[in-house]
């Protein structure tokens, strides 16, 4: 025993002596790819409710179809790991565009550049982008292409590893991978998520005790024909015992699960993907557009056209924003969480559906001029938008919308230029009679904070007498109207009327001699003394462009920064939200309103943006001046900066790409290191015949399944690898351990060994054995025939 293979000769090609790999059953392949395929399309209903459109239905039949051809043509063709891989790929190329990204593929099956650009930008991207909209997202862009992806790989991976692998039940992993995806990545309220997870959960139990049950009689069977006994006895019995055992685990995890749905009831509301992750648009980062409403009574700007629009009617009134969130300084959009209902912003797909809303359909054409802010105009609840000119596509992307406020937002803002056709539906709101007969509704708005106490006193007062929720709402209205004048107190000859909507402003409107203001006091008060009164209540900031420009243009309208105004809307159980006029009719003001500036009470400066920050910026000028003095460099420095940067990037993305490869390279050298620094010279040596066999599974040579040493070495070819084969059974099995000595000459001859398994095969044909995972993963690409 103390002669190790060290000398024995060898031709190159007799170690790369293949057997014949047995061939599949057909009833086999066709059963396990039913399974695969009903569990992946009940883990594919998920994404309904993320979609909702016939080119999602399409999509899935279609991908998991391609997908299992894959995985069947590698297994019936043979193909080692790598040609499946490239079938996938090429399925990838060919099918994605058509069928994740439909609109840009020609004549709606033939793949174009532009689509293969979404594809794979998609395949990285549109992950995020897809819980950062809003549902269901039908075709739009490139959104379709996670599922597809998803389904593609789980079709492939799981019914290659059902039908060729050892561990034949990993298979039933993709169906839940994409069951469990399609709930991270859909909405907060499940869909049929007991009829869907049931579903996956049978199917692939089915999976799982069908495959046992093969293998197991496999095994039998191989056994009787060794030993000569009978095969099928207990066969039977044991089949029984585990259809009964699964049946018995479905029916305690079914009792399990209705109790603690009984005990502990779910949440309405799931945390799901897009309930943590961070909105691309926060509207605290923007300041209320309610502060700015006295610069549009400003010259110039209160002349100056902000915008053109075609559709209006006489009347209509035209969203810049909806403000819910009043913390006693000024109304904004939103509450301190960005995940609130009103503050929580998502794009929008190409049609979002109003189907719910009574009310008549309208379209609008706007053409933004002097205006430049983030809020986008729009109209009723809004459908549909269409950017044109040369900012189309960078406007569609920044486009985001909250349909529980209606509000629209642009980030980066509109320019000069930008144009849009906005459709959208105007809610039909309740007669000027039937306001009293109105009630509180349900909405959930942010409780306003730091009400002045001068409001709830005059709300008080309005009310005493009258019962009923709608005439307590109209009183309020009434003592608005009938008290209030109008001031911007932007001119020589107006009364003084100070900007801003505080808790202090709003005071004074209440305890001056004659109450005055304009829309933007009127709205806030308006609203406050709606909440008063028990009415979900919110501002709204917006136009409305004079009626006799309306009434003698045939085309666009435009909308001048004079045109400013603010309402108010209620929530009310019978119409929804209502939206209210609360400025008072323009009239004289009385000679005994306070004329003399210091003598208005508490003025608030706090809403108005602070005059000296461009103060002192500008006086941070000059020290930044002097610092990029140094900042001039010579030409070469420059060039040279610009070669270090483009080989840096180029070595990033060759180590992302080839950081895969380098760790399955560096898990086999540790693996081999730890064979041949065994503790014992028995252990060292059957670690060499491992290294030896999984270098002959890694080169692609096929070996029987649980077979000996022998038999493995008879199935490589060749003198040398049966030498291995008896010194390994030797140390394994002699009654004295071996010399540390052969275990060093066993480790030699498996080095010469490997390299000659490399004799003859190109640098890819090696390089593609030394990255193999077919040694790491117990799989050899055989299965057995059935008999």
Do not use: C
């Amino acid at each position: 025993m103390s002669h190790a293979p060290a000398a024995a000769p060898a031709r190159p090609g007799d170690l790369r002596t293949r057997v014949r790999r047995p061939r599949l059953r057909a009833s086999f392949v066709l059963l396990a790819t039913g399974l695969h395929v009903l569990a992946l399309l009940a883990a594919a209903a998920v994404f309904w409710p993320v979609y909702q459109s016939a080119e999602f239905v399409v999509l899935a039949l279609v991908t998991v179809a391609a997908g299992s051809v894959v995985a069947v043509a590698g297994a019936v063709l043979r193909l080692s790991s790598f040609w499946v891989l490239l079938l996938t790929v090429v399925a990838y190329l060919l099918l994605g565009v058509p069928l994740a990204v439909p609109s840009q593929a020609l004549w709606g099956v033939v793949p174009t550049l532009g689509g293969l650009g979404q594809l794979v930008t998609g395949t990285a991207l549109a992950w995020k982008q897809l819980v950062t909209i809003t549902l269901p997202v039908g075709s739009y862009e490139s959104l379709l292409v996670p599922v597809f992806v998803l389904l593609l790989l789980a079709s492939v991976v799981g019914l290659t590893t059902a039908i060729r692998s050892r561990r034949a039940e990993l298979a039933a992993l993709g169906p839940v991978v994409v069951w469990v995806a399609g709930i991270v990545l859909g909405p907060v309220q499940a869909f049929l998520p007991v009829l869907s997870g049931l579903t996956v959960l049978v199917v692939s139990l089915v999976w799982v005790v069908w495959w046992r049950l093969r293998r197991r009689r496999i095994a039998v069977e191989a056994l009787g024909r060794g030993t000569g006994a009978s095969r099928a006895h207990g066969h039977g019995s044991v089949a029984r015992r585990a259809v009964a055992g699964t049946a018995v685990t479905l029916a305690v995890a079914g009792v399990a699960a209705a109790g603690a749905a009984t005990v502990l009831p779910p949440a309405a509301e799931r945390t799901v993907a897009r309930t943590v992750v961070v909105q691309p648009f926060d509207p605290r980062d923007v300041v209320s557009p309610l502060t700015r409403f006295r610069v549009y009574e400003q010259d110039p700007t209160v002349d100056e056209t902000l915008f053109e629009v075609e559709g209006l009617t006489a009347g209509q009134l035209l969203r810049l924003a909806t403000l819910d969130t009043y913390d006693g300084v000024a109304y904004t959009v939103g509450s301190d969480r960005v995940t609130s209902e009103s503050g929580s912003f998502d794009r929008v797909p190409s049609v979002f559906d109003q189907s719910g809303v009574a009310g008549r359909q309208t379209t609008i054409a706007v053409t933004v001029d002097g205006y430049d802010g983030v809020w986008l105009p729009t109209v009723g609840k809004f459908e549909s938008i269409d950017f044109g000119g040369a900012t189309a596509t960078d406007r569609r992307d920044a486009f985001f919308y909250n349909d529980t406020s209606g509000t629209a937002a642009v980030v980066g803002g509109l320019a000069e230029g930008d144009s849009y056709r906005l459709e959208a539906v105007l809610p039909d709101q309740p007669a000027a009679g039937a306001l009293d007969g109105l009630t509180p509704g349900s909405a959930r708005v942010p409780a306003p904070r730091a009400v002045p106490d001068e409001l709830t006193d005059a709300v008080q007062e309005a009310v005493e007498g009258v019962q009923e929720p709608g005439a307590r709402l109209q009183a309020v209205l009434a003592v608005l109207a009938q008290d209030g004048y109008i001031s911007h107190g932007v001119g020589a000859d107006e009364p003084v009327s100070l900007s801003g909507h505080g808790s202090a402003r709003i005071a004074q409107l209440f305890t001056d001699p004659v109450m005055v203001g304009d829309a933007e006091q009127y709205a806030t008060a308006a609203a406050l003394m709606a909440d008063e009164l028990g009415f979900p209540s919110r501002v709204v900031m917006g136009f409305v462009p004079d009626a006799d420009d309306l009434a003698d243009a045939a085309g666009p309208v435009p909308v001048r920064g004079g045109d400013v105004t603010a309402w108010i809307e209620v929530d009310t159980a019978q119409a929804g939200w209502v939206a209210l006029d609360p400025v008072p009719a323009e009239r004289p003001i009385p000679e005994d309103v306070v004329q003399d500036p210091s003598e208005v009470s508490r003025p608030e400066s706090v809403v108005q943006p602070p005059p000296q920050e461009p103060q002192v910026r500008d006086d941070q000028t000059p020290p930044q001046s002097e610092q990029e003095d140094p900042d001039t460099s010579p030409a070469w420095l420059a060039v040279l900066l610009v070669v270090v940067r483009v080989v840096g990037w180029a070595a990033l993305v060759a180590g992302v790409v080839a950081a895969p490869f380098l760790a399955v390279v560096a898990a086999k050298a540790r693996r081999r290191r730890a064979r041949r620094r065994a503790p014992d010279a028995a252990s060292r040596i059957t670690g060499g015949w491992r290294e030896f066999e999984d270098a002959v599974v890694d080169h692609g040579i096929e070996t029987p399944r649980s077979g000996t040493r022998s038999e493995v070495a008879q199935a490589v070819g060749g003198a040398r690898p049966a030498v291995l084969a008896r010194v390994a059974d030797r140390a394994v099995f002699a009654p004295t351990p071996p010399p540390i000595e052969d275990a060093d000459r066993v480790w030699t001859a498996v080095a010469e060994m490997r390299r000659s398994l490399d004799a003859d095969l190109t640098r890819w044909q090696r390089a593609k054995a030394a990255v193999s995972l077919r040694s790491l993963r117990g799989y050899h690409g055989g299965t057995r025939p059935e008999r």
